[in-house]
């Protein structure tokens, strides 16, 4: 059994331009609509950086957009949990200390990862640590779903543009706090600048594996130290970048965050599409095209599932492979290839293919394979005495 984990990454534009309700919560909301009329579920990584920024700028009376941005992401969020679907964590730390001021946000490029902020490994209340962050972030999600939700727990974690290396000060500050599984592999990717992030040596695209101490790519002893739910990719050349869909998304991605609505974004920070030099360097070089519903035709993802459904990587525990899907809010325009997708998997692969958040089976692989491990009734992970 496969079950697909849709994965949304929820953010506006990483240098901080665009607009909430624009390229947030509008292409949410069509997106939801859609995974409830199949009964698809969505684990919506919440970009939790932006919205501490946006609340503090908001509540100081700096922000002038005509709705209140924070109101309107919260509202979707707890209307999603209500309808099953999942909020999980997602961070990019140029966020962390960021301000607004002369129209525009000031943000802190020079925290590309995590492990970059300034307080090292820090305490569960400074938010320029890895603790803090990581901290901060679950309780926020937690404060913000439980009501809706009391059986809620934030446990998942992924990385601002998977730059997950190095991995050791990373899986212990998750462990602290009690997230107990990441997201930010994609098997072939590697790269150079600005991050060094190598995950060729990944040990697969689907199913999960729990990680060594010091790498989130390679696994280690079962229940030791935190799962790892790679996004599912296959190497294929850069040039297949250039299908139609994947390039409507991309230009759509370049016009909007170019014309750059409020005018809040920052030059200085990094943008989020690549430079054309760049893109021509790599045109014959294999690349991981990762599975995005948002730039796949509907009959590219029919054949990426099927390829994963081949892939030898059945747990041999019952509790299936989960292959990994992502998405970004400000990319969904390609609501007819999901849904065409969407509904293949409804009417042709019944009992083969099913979908499920992140925190069920991130439940279910610590409930079956982590016995010094036990959820509390709050959600949170403990470790039990022996």
């Known amino acids: 059994m496969v079950y697909l984990v849709l994965s949304l990454d929820y953010e506006v534009f990483g240098n901080g331009s665009g607009d909430v309700r624009r390229d947030m919560v509008e292409p949410t909301q069509r ?23 946006m609340r503090e700028a908001e509540q100081r009376g700096l922000l002038d957009l005509g709705y209140s941005p924070t109101q309107q992401i919260e509202e979707q969020i707890r209307q999603a949990a209500r309808d099953g679907h999942d909020v999980q964590l997602h961070l990019h730390p140029w966020w962390m200390g960021a301000a607004f001021a002369d129209g525009g946000w000031q943000l802190h490029p020079e925290y590309r ?17 890895i603790a803090g962050a990581l901290y901060q972030g679950k309780r926020t999600l937690e404060a913000l779903v439980k009501p809706v939700c009391p059986e809620y727990s934030c446990l998942v974690y992924r990385a601002a543009e998977f730059w997950g290396q190095p991995s050791r000060e990373l899986i212990a500050g998750m462990k602290k706090v009690g997230l107990v599984a990441d997201s930010s592999v994609v098997r072939g990717m590697r790269q150079t600048d600005p991050v060094p992030t190598d995950y060729r040596k990944a040990k697969s695209a689907v199913g999960y594996w729990w990680t ?9 002893p079962v229940g030791e130290q935190i799962i790892e739910f790679p ?16 390039l409507r998304a991309t230009l759509k991605r370049r016009q909007t965050e170019k014309a750059d609505t409020n005018g809040h974004g920052m030059v200085e920070a ?17 690349h991981p095209m990762k599975y995005d519903f948002c730039k796949l035709s509907a009959r590219d993802m029919i054949r990426g599932l ?27 325009w390609n609501d007819r290839n999901l849904e065409t997708f969407l509904k293949f998997v409804r009417c042709e692969c019944e009992g083969k293919v099913g979908f499920a958040t992140f925190a069920e089976v991130a439940k279910r692989i610590i409930e079956t394979e982590a016995a010094p491990l036990t959820l ?9 005495s022996k």
């Open 306 to 332: 099927r390829a994963a459904r081949q892939a030898d990587q059945s747990m041999g525990n019952g509790l299936g492979t989960p292959v990994v899907m992502l998405g970004h809010s400000k990319d969904f």
């Open 31 to 53: 997106l939801l609509a859609l995974c409830n009329e199949y009964g698809a579920k969505l684990s919506i990584m919440f970009e939790v950086g932006e919205y501490w920024a």
């Open 376 to 384: 509390t009734n709050e959600g949170d992970v403990r470790v039990s």
């Open 212 to 220: 060594d101490t010091d790498d989130i790519s390679q696994s280690g």
């Open 231 to 246: 996004v599912y990719s296959a190497l294929k050349p850069y040039i297949c970048n250039f299908k139609w869909t994947k």
């Open 270 to 286: 990094r943008q989020s599409t690549e430079s054309l030099e760049n893109v021509l360097k790599k045109l014959m070089s294999l």
């Open 113 to 129: 990862q995590i492990t970059d902020l300034p307080r090292g490994m820090g305490t569960d209340g400074d938010l320029l640590s």
